[in-house]
């Protein structure tokens, strides 16, 4: 069984969502994912989604790659679609077997509420598959920079988050590898009692740990090696500026929020 992440991993391109400062991409992206809890529509889910192909088409992100990166998450939707369709009896009883019942308004949640959610997903996937992991860091770090006057490490919170995205990859592989190696050896942690599984997941979790530590040494050598200083202050090679089609940008989206709310007002 192969352990893949694929979210986060940034795709090459020249597209126009490639190009866009990533402070734009960022706020949009944002404000793309709070605006789905706005959805309760029929109405406003189509548009919702419109929007988001229209954002994959502008990204030239192959379909396979998005699909890649969401796959995951997406099985969780479909997961609590499914619970919303079984737990909410609100409404008109549609189908009953025993204990077990779908109603209208189990219905309306497991599709509105469930699939609201991929457009956020599609939204984040867009964020990372065009933005490279330098110029998230960057819009997190002159989005955080207010926090720098209050005393609090905006630099080294953004910082950490580029980290984060950097190793979630390297993790997954290092994990892959030692699965490998436990099979190698006659370690299944599919297999067994109760008892020898939890203590075949446990050798995982302690070689992976040990594997963490390594790379964690190794980066802060790196840091130090680099004359690394949290706090300094520090200049870019590629300042950020925000130029006519990342404003443009950011406006597209502020209207699209606001005609996802007043169809929302408009159905009330």
Known sequence: MALRIRMGQYYPGDSPIHRLDPRAKVTAALAVMVSVFAISTPLQLAFGFAFALALLALAQVPAHKVLESIRPLVAMLLVLGLVNLLVNRSGEVVWQLGVLAITTGGLRAAFVYSLRLVIAVVAAALMLLTTTPTQLTDAFDAGLAPLARLGLPGHELAMVFSLMLRFIPTLADETQSILDAQASRGGRLLAGSPARRLRAVGAVLVALLASSIHHAEGLSRALDARCYEGGAERSHWHPLRMR?????????????????????????
Do not use: N, S
Request: cysteine-free; glycine content about 12%.
């Open 244 to 268: 006519g089609a990342d404003w443009l940008a950011v406006g597209a989206t502020t209207a699209y929020v606001a005609v996802l709310v007043a169809l929302g007002l408009a159905a009330l």
